[in-house]
């Protein structure tokens, strides 16, 4: 069966740091990924998706990255953060090729001080 | 494009009692529904889904929904609900753009179940 890891679980980092957080996927080949930012009350706002290593899309300009160093890992980086990049990150992956439906990570909550 | 509009923020209900949670989409092409639940600072899980077939769809945990093609309607029902389906509800389309797969998700219900 399939499994989707993220780490860390949570994270607190000043403003003006460097961002890393990882997601990978288990038991499937070829999935496309997706990461969503979640801010209190605001719903999910998808930031970026990959249909493949090195096929991103980034949906919402900001001061954050995505990269796919391998087929089932999908990283999302920031240079330097803001307050404003404070929520709860979720990585989730779906089986393409027509089917939709999409399955979460437990999430990354960052909070940015 | 495609939207979706989830019309109550919150819903508090007691322990046993019906729940309804109204999820309404805008579209002009066929869409597939999905409902997915979040308990507190959790990753999000797959209720149900509508791809095609009978518009009843049957789900986890009891839950089911009605597509409804007329009213663009894909509401969240069920008959008798515990205490430990207090979460956040999210209803999802299908967005068919330029072959992207991806989803619009609904800015959530919070179900809140008293005893």
């Known amino acids: 069966s399939q499994t989707i890891h993220q780490w860390p679980a949570t994270l607190v980092q000043p403003v003006g740091s460097p961002l890393s957080l990882e997601c990978t996927v288990e038991?499937?080949?070829?999935?496309?990924l997706y990461w969503y930012r979640q801010a209190a009350g605001r719903g999910l706002q998808l930031l970026f998706y990959?249909?493949?290593?090195?096929?991103i899309s980034s949906e919402v300009p900001q001061n954050l990255s995505a990269s796919r160093p391998q087929d089932r890992q999908f990283i999302l980086s920031s240079k330097k953060l803001l307050l404003s990049d404070s929520g709860f990150y979720l990585c989730?992956?779906?089986?393409?090729?027509?089917?939709?439906?999409?399955?979460f990570g437990p999430g990354t909550r960052l909070t940015v001080t | 494009a495609q939207s979706v509009t989830q019309l109550d923020s919150q819903v508090p209900v007691f322990e046993e009692a019906p729940v309804e949670l109204r999820c309404n989409y805008s579209?002009?092409?066929?869409?597939?529904l999905f409902w997915y639940v979040q308990y507190p600072n959790q990753g999000l899980q797959l209720l149900l889904k509508?791809?095609?077939?009978?518009?009843l769809v049957k789900g986890i945990n009891g839950f089911e929904a009605e597509f409804n093609k007329s009213q663009t309607s894909f509401h969240l029902r069920k008959p008798s609900v515990h205490i430990s389906d207090t979460a956040e509800y999210f209803c999802?389309?299908?967005?068919?753009?330029?072959?992207?797969?991806?989803?619009?998700f609904g800015k959530g219900t919070k179900l809140t179940v008293n005893p």
């Open positions: 990959s249909i493949g290593i090195d096929q």
């Open positions: 999802a389309v299908t967005l068919t753009q330029g072959g992207s797969e991806k989803l619009v």
């Open positions: 989730a992956w779906s089986l393409g090729l027509g089917v939709y439906e999409q399955y």
């Open positions: 509508y791809l095609s077939g009978s518009t």
């Open positions: 038991g499937t080949s070829n999935p496309n």
């Open positions: 579209s002009s092409v066929s869409v597939y």
